[in-house]
């Protein structure tokens, strides 16, 4: 439903976008991913037609863009810098779309119940927008960009002002709500755990470029890159040498899957694939700081050659700090990445 054709948009020199192909199918919900400047809403923004491509074209059911407003590229925004009227009430601001197309009034009201019923906000046509909490305006905004039945739906980081516990509840009700609508959605997120709590699909870019695509589950699974896997939260990754199922580290010997690429590579080593034994047992390390994640404690290891590691163990596995221990590897949680460029 939405094509990017070799988008490309420059600043200057610089191309915030660089040739961009990306594929978003009908009912399908794509997280766009990536650190700060790596072209995410210059994406978004190339969509949705505030910005003109450079080069390339975006085709929506196969019709090239070019040269058609935002009102009429039937598509619900929901971006940071389209607010609602704080001195409109909800009603108003949700029936905003309908009466831009011209709806007529009574239809306008039925909608905007359907709608406020469907985000969870059922009567609220008459409260004032700014006596809302953060979450029930973020449900407005939604209900506002869902109201004329957008072909496409694109949010902006959408939860990104909330607390983390109202997000991750939020989340779970949208990708809820996004499959019952069978809306195709594009979102765009610099917060990994909703990106994948959300996605079908997440898109990780860098640079302008897309660094990797690929189902939430690939993606953490095989990283594409020591880039992906380090923006993903993992920092165990070493240049390494493959030879079957070894790879030659700084650290020593890691056993790596059967089937892994061979030679020069990034070798990444997931935090819960390094165990903790003896000092005898495997590359010797001072335990560092231990930081307790709910239901297991991420351990920083300083070994006595090469990078500091991160391991995960159960919380009654957890070493004392500054004591010594002896790292070992399990191949089942070792990705060979390709070749650094
Ligand atoms: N109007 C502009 N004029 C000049 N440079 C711009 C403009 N808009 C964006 N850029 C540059 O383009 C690059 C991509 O910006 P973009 O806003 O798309 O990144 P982003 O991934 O959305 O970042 P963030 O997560 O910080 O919002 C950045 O280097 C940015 O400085």
Redesign the pocket.
């Given at each position: 439903m939405l094509t990017l054709e070799s988008a490309t948009v420059r600043?200057g020199a610089?191309a915030?976008l660089d040739a961009v192909d990306l594929e978003v199918a009908e009912h399908e919900t794509v997280c766009v991913l990536?650190p700060?400047?790596?072209?995410?809403?210059?994406?978004l923004r190339v969509v949705a037609g505030l910005h003109p491509p450079d080069g390339g074209r975006v085709l929506l059911d196969g019709a090239d863009q070019a040269g058609v407003p935002v009102h009429r590229r039937g598509l619900g925004l929901m971006f940071q810098d389209h607010q609602l009227f704080p001195h409109r009430d909800v009603g108003a601001n949700v029936a905003f779309g309908l009466r831009m197309r011209g709806v007529s009034r009574r239809d306008q009201e039925h909608r905007v119940g359907e709608l406020l019923d469907l985000v969870g906000l059922p009567g609220a046509e008459r409260r004032a927008v700014a006596a809302l909490s953060g979450g029930e305006q973020q449900r407005v905004a939604l209900a506002r960009a869902l109201a004329p039945r957008p072909k496409l739906l694109m949010l902006d980081e959408p939860l990104g002002q909330l607390d983390r516990g109202l997000r991750e509840r939020l989340v779970v009700e949208l990708r809820t709500l996004f499959g019952r609508l069978g809306t195709t959605v594009l979102a765009?997120t610099?917060d990994q755990g909703e990106a994948f709590a959300l996605a079908d699909r997440v898109v990780v870019?860098r640079d302008?470029r897309i660094a990797q695509v690929g189902t939430p589950l690939e993606v953490w699974r095989r990283p594409a890159s020591a880039f992906v896997a380090r923006f993903l939260g993992f920092d165990n990754v070493v240049g390494a040498t493959v030879a079957g199922t070894v790879a030659d580290t700084v650290w020593g010997e890691v056993p790596v899957p059967g089937g892994s690429p061979q030679g020069a590579c990034d070798l990444l080593v997931r935090p819960a694939g390094v165990r903790i034994g003896t000092p005898e047992e495997g590359l010797r390390c001072v335990v560092g700081t231990r930081t307790f994640r709910g239901n297991h404690v991420a351990v920083r290891l300083t070994p006595e050659r090469g990078p500091v590691l991160e391991a995960e163990c159960a919380l009654r596995d957890a070493p004392e700090e500054g004591t010594t221990v002896g790292a070992g590897f399990d191949a089942a949680e070792t990705v060979v990445l390709p070749a650094r460029p």
């Open positions: 600043f610089r915030a990536g700060s400047g790596s072209g995410k809403s210059t994406l765009v610099h870019m302008g």
